[in-house]
DNA sequence: AAACTAGTTTCAAATAGTGAAACCTGCAAG
DNA sequence: CTTGCAGGTTTCACTATTTGAAACTAGTTT
């Protein structure tokens, strides 16, 4: 949660108010908000109005509940088509998850968190946390030690201490030091396990997705359990994976630049 | 597209930011965001900048390009969950798909414009022009009108002077007076029809979707071709659509009250 | 009727947003 | 080389917007 204290303006916590009212699967009250908002009574109340008449939030005068807008719904279907991976990806997850039967992930980083972009359910399904849409630990998903390994250097302190480092399972890697040593482990072999760190009995393969500049795009991940499979079956399609990842890192960067590409010096990240 | 003259303050000049990069299909650059937006070059600047920080739009420094961010694919799974009827009315789409086997529409009134939020393709899919997540004109579809005609009367003439009224067929109502009447046939009839009125060829029936308290909350709509059917056929599937659209008019209005419990408040804020 | 709760409005103080203009920077033409 | 120019970024004085304590209103409960 740790909201946005960074004090970017008015836009930053209509912004906040938004995500609170996100945060709630149902439609919420004022009360409710002013409770788990930091903002004084009249404030929020301003900010709720203001995002009222923007048509980001509906608001119900019978029932007095605040709900995401109907605006809402169409920028982030656009979000969707266009920022994220998804819509790329499909046909290559719809490919890859007939092939193994397995469960299938896609998904990208949302601050130090793993988003959930896509997911194709295993031919034989099992009830497990991911869901297109959510976001999960970084530290101890497949997907996410994937990208976190691929990530600039600059960049991965101020990840990893945002990290809860909860103990899911006694497996979960809790210390940064733990985790480095697997992330390099991961730079060297070209792709993640996950052994049972966020839920028992299962186990996944993951591997990055990466721009020719070597950007982490997302990760890409099958996902099995211990009943089913070993870490050794998984890792026998690892190059599979690694092919199907780079075939959408390379079609998302044709995408990314269309014809008026700029040569514009591409100084190195 | 007249943008968002409305002084709702700086929230709202960000939200209109973030339309206009919507707007593109594909990553824009600042310049050409420049020549769109109203605002001048040192403020639009700093809007951009801020929806970057807060990851509602994210910049590639490389093409010097403007995406959609990460944290509006976030909200939009939360979104289409919660605000919209889509997941109340999902298995109902899905069974009247599989009843009639012709291509199904659940859409609600976005401004003055019809967002389609779902969509079962025909059996034997025709290539048209909706798709889940778009916005279409209100005034020249079966949806559109079956909605109009239930608003209130008060509300009507504003969203009339919103739309285009653009002859996209010989049969297009092009003015408010045509449009009126068909919207008074519809009142009567309880059911509108889109005769081709938007795509030749392209026939439907459309119902509202009302709540108890005759609020319209969207509309439902089977979509056929004249090659297939005629709007008498189509008339005939006006009762189960209908029956239809009650359901989901009920669903949606128990789900927006759930508590009746009015849990003592605990106070401490 | 009094006490409370939940939501809405006011108003002076001050913060945050504005935008013209100056300023960079890298590229292309002179 | 150097000059000009087209993106893009930063400055800064001015002021409109936002702020939040407190007062207020409308419903409910005691």
Redesign the interface.
């Known amino acids: 949660m740790a909201a946005?204290p960074?004090g970017?303006?008015?836009?930053?916590k209509?912004?906040d108010v938004?995500?609170l009212v996100?945060a709630?699967?149902?439609?919420v009250r004022f009360?409710d908000l002013?409770?788990e908002s930091p903002y004084p009574k009249a404030t929020l109340y301003r900010?709720l109005q203001?995002?009222v008449?923007?048509?980001?939030l509906?608001y119900?005068p019978?029932?007095g509940?605040y709900?995401?807008?109907?605006?809402?719904?169409?920028?982030?279907?656009?979000?969707?088509?266009?920022?994220?991976l998804a819509p790329i990806a499909r046909p290559l997850l719809d490919r890859l998850s007939a092939e193994v039967g397995e469960t299938v992930h896609l998904a990208?980083?949302?601050?130090a968190q793993v988003?959930y972009?896509d997911k194709r359910n295993a031919r034989d399904p099992v009830r497990m946390y991911s869901q297109?849409?959510?976001?999960g630990p970084a530290y101890c998903t497949g997907v996410g030690k994937a990208m976190l390994a691929f990530l600039p250097e600059t960049h991965l302190p101020g990840i990893l201490a945002q990290q809860s480092w909860h103990r899911f399972t006694d497996r979960t890697l809790t210390t940064p030091e733990a985790l480095q040593a697997d992330l390099a482990a991961i730079r060297a072999r070209g792709h993640a396990f996950d052994n049972e760190e966020h839920e028992p009995g299962i186990i996944c393969v993951a591997v990055p997705i990466l721009s020719t500049?070597g950007q982490v795009l997302g990760a890409l991940s099958v996902t099995s359990t211990t009943a089913r499979s070993s870490l050794g079956d998984l890792a026998r399609l690892a190059p599979l994976i690694g092919d199907i990842a780079q075939t959408i890192a390379t079609e998302a960067e044709n995408?990314?630049?269309?014809e008026h590409?700029?040569p514009?010096t591409?100084k190195r990240?």
Do not use: E, Y
């Open positions: 946005n960074a970017d303006g008015t836009v930053a209509a912004l938004l995500d996100a709630h699967a149902r439609p009360s002013l409770g900010l203001t995002l008449a923007q048509g980001m509906s119900d019978g029932a509940c709900t995401l807008g109907i605006r809402l719904v169409r920028l982030a279907h656009v979000a969707w088509q266009q920022s994220s990208q980083l949302d601050n988003l972009v297109a849409g959510k976001v500049g995408w990314r630049f269309p590409s700029t514009r591409r990240a």
